[in-house]
């Protein structure tokens, strides 16, 4: 059983986690980062994974897209059982308010982390229309959101938008697959809290700025975050789940 899985931010944290745990020797694996993993090359060839490395800059979506597009139409549509698309790529913001962000800073960070996904997307989408995975129902979208595209939380304005932007282009999305002959499913998901850069990051901020410091802190403190590794195996988990896109908007913590 043949399975297709395109993976954005497969170089650190979560992402990188989910890559390790999705080498199986029935899998075509692409990853696409701004850096390569040799790691994960050698370990795909001991397991007898296909997989790629495309060491792209997210920041400039058009091209990866244009790319993904060439590539999927040269694999062929009856190859694979099934055919998943992961968009986790997210740029780590600076804890300041709006009117203090660079705007190069903010510029990226909308671009990698939503308008990546929205053209990804795109293309993975019309690639698959006649895949053997598409009739089967076995074609899917997911996109890593967070708490944050739900709560608003100060000096994270661009990390908000962005997971926001994720959540409703997936409802939209969701809506447009509902009238189509051979549906795709969407999930935007929220991984839970995961120990990972950023909240190093979060845990770093100018309580000044930052009125959350303190709820950061005391995660860190209490145990209740998840290591890359532990989140990755829920979200996978969830992406296996039978009823994976019947809510679009979800929560990894869900029943």
Request: hydrophobic share 45%.
């Amino acid at each position: 059983m043949p399975h297709l899985t395109i993976l954005t931010g497969a170089s650190r944290g979560m992402g990188a986690a989910m890559a390790e745990q999705l080498l199986q020797p029935d899998r075509t694996l692409l990853c696409i980062s701004r850096r390569a993993n040799p790691q994960l090359a050698a370990q795909a060839a001991a397991v007898g994974t296909t997989l790629e490395q495309w060491t792209l800059d997210l920041s400039e979506p058009a091209p990866v897209a244009a790319r993904l597009a060439s590539w999927l139409k040269a694999l062929g549509g009856e190859a694979f059982d099934s055919a998943t698309l992961i968009n986790n790529a997210a740029a780590i913001p600076r804890i300041v308010p709006l009117d203090e962000s660079d705007a190069d800073e903010l510029s990226s960070a909308l671009r990698v982390g939503l308008e990546a996904p929205l053209l990804l997307t795109a293309a993975f989408l019309r690639a698959t229309q006649a895949w053997r995975a598409r009739r089967a129902g076995e074609c899917k979208v997911l996109n890593i959101s967070s708490g944050l595209g739900r709560f608003a939380m100060a000096s994270q304005a661009s990390y908000c938008a962005v997971k926001a932007g994720l959540d409703h282009f997936s409802r939209s999305v969701a809506l447009d697959q509902a009238s189509a002959a051979h549906p795709a499913r969407i999930v935007s998901l929220a991984p839970g809290v995961i120990d990972t850069d950023m909240q190093l990051q979060l845990r770093s901020g100018d309580r000044k700025h930052f009125p959350d410091l303190d709820r950061f802190l005391q995660l860190k403190a209490t145990g209740q975050l998840d290591s890359p590794a532990a989140a990755a195996a829920k979200v996978l988990a969830f992406l296996r789940r039978t009823d994976f896109g019947e809510k679009p908007v979800a929560d990894v913590r869900d029943a």
